[in-house]
C-alpha cells in the first residue's frame, strides 16, 4: 500500500491550504485513515483521523474548528481542509493509514504512512 501526500505549501497566516492523501498498490481493509504533523524539532503529532466504517472524525484539541478531514471513496482519497493558519501549524503533515484498532491518535498503530508534505506558514 502506498500513500501519496499532496498539496503543501506557503501561506500567510489566516489562509487555507487542503492536503490530499491517494492510497493506491495491493487492496488493505482499512480501519482508519489519520494525518500527522511534525515540527522542526518536535515530535511527530497527531493531528486528525477518521474510522472508516462510521465516518467519525477526531481531532486533536489544537486544530479542533480550523481542520476538517474528509474523504472521496472512489477517489481512494482523504483531504485536510485546514483554514484559519497560523505559523504555529508549520510542520510536515503525514497521512497514515491501518488495519487494525486502539487509539486512533497513536503513532504505533498505524502500519502505512505517507512521504509528507510541507506546510509553512507565514507570519
Known amino acids: 500500500v502506498q500513500l501519496q501526500a499532496s498539496g503543501g505549501g506557503l501561506v500567510q497566516t489566516g489562509g487555507s491550504l487542503r492536503l490530499s492523501c491517494a492510497a493506491s498498490g495491493r487492496a488493505f481493509s482499512t480501519s482508519t485513515m489519520g494525518w500527522f504533523r511534525q515540527a522542526p524539532g518536535k515530535e511527530r503529532a497527531f493531528v486528525a483521523a477518521?474510522?472508516?466504517?462510521?465516518?467519525?472524525?477526531y481531532y486533536a484539541d489544537s486544530v479542533k474548528g480550523r481542520f476538517t478531514m474528509s474523504r472521496d471513496n472512489a477517489k481512494n482519497t482523504v483531504y485536510l481542509q485546514m483554514d484559519s493558519l497560523s505559523p504555529e501549524d508549520t510542520a510536515v503533515y503525514f497521512c497514515?493509514?491501518?488495519?487494525?484498532?486502539?487509539?486512533?491518535?497513536?503513532?504505533?498503530?498505524?502500519?502505512?504512512w505517507g512521504q509528507g508534505t510541507q506546510v509553512t506558514v507565514s507570519s
Open positions: 477518521q474510522i472508516w466504517s462510521s465516518g467519525n472524525t
Open positions: 497514515a493509514a491501518r488495519s487494525g484498532f486502539g487509539s486512533w491518535y497513536a503513532m504505533q498503530s498505524y502500519d502505512y
